[in-house]
């Protein structure tokens, strides 16, 4: 299964802009970039997907690198409720389904 | 409210003890997923079920079984609890293929599992 690699922490301020950054150098063509983020005490929930052109949704933008070898998450005012656990993953897909294959993510810390 | 629900959301057991973790969804979702957690760390596929019927091996499933029971209902048992079993164990689903453009997940809150 192709990999990501994140950062394990970063920080920012309220109503700053964030970027998170993720980098999947064996991304194969027909991989789905996926982000998810965790609140605390809380399960997963989803944030954004995308392919190759860059998307935007009511939670986040997701900027996709031009060889897809590397993807940025961007939240463009941090509040405190943003800070969770930022999973970027490749959407694997097996012999019945797709799954999802977490790694260790990004603990974004939000400083008031 | 329309999401996953699991059952129970604590639990402690005792080293060889049994039990049947449940999850519901009702979203019309056709696979479903169960996932644990261990401290500071990722979550792992234990099992998963791409439709009614049909159950497959994730990353991490010795020690569990699990059963599609029908649409709905996806259950994750451990026959035989070790402490090295002591995780926060979540479910999910997702949306059938080729529905509009999302391929979100959605969890449940989780079963916080102890085994001493």
Not at chain 1, 19 to 45: A, F, K, V
Not at chain 2, 47 to 56: H, K, M, P, Q
Request: hydrophobic share 30%; net charge neutral.
């Amino acid at each position: 299964d192709a990999k990501t690699t994140q950062p394990n922490s970063m920080e920012s301020n309220e109503e700053e802009p964030v970027h998170l950054p993720c980098n999947h150098s064996t991304i194969s063509g027909t991989d789905y970039i996926h982000w998810y983020r965790q609140l605390p005490s809380q399960g997963p929930e989803y944030v954004i997907h995308g392919l190759t052109s860059n998307v935007n949704n009511r939670m986040a933008s997701l900027a996709i690198a031009e060889d897809r070898k590397s993807s940025t998450l961007i939240l463009h005012r941090a509040t405190l409720r943003d800070a969770a656990v930022y999973y970027c993953i490749l959407r694997d897909k097996g012999t019945s389904g797709s799954r999802l294959t977490f790694g260790e993510g990004t603990q974004l810390t939000v400083n008031p | 409210n329309a999401g996953v629900t699991q059952t129970p959301k604590f639990q402690v057991l005792k080293t060889g003890q049994s039990m049947t973790l449940q999850c519901a969804q009702d979203m019309n979702h056709n696979s479903m997923y169960w996932y644990r957690q261990d401290p500071g760390m990722g979550l792992r596929l234990i099992y998963y079920s791409a439709s009614e019927g049909t159950t497959d091996k994730g990353e991490v499933p010795n020690g569990y079984n699990v059963s599609r029971l029908n649409k709905r209902e996806f259950s994750l048992r451990l026959e035989s609890a070790a402490p090295s079993q002591t995780s926060v164990y979540f479910c999910a689903s997702r949306e059938p293929l080729g529905t509009a453009n999302n391929y979100g997940y959605t969890f449940g809150s989780g079963t916080r599992l102890t085994v001493v």
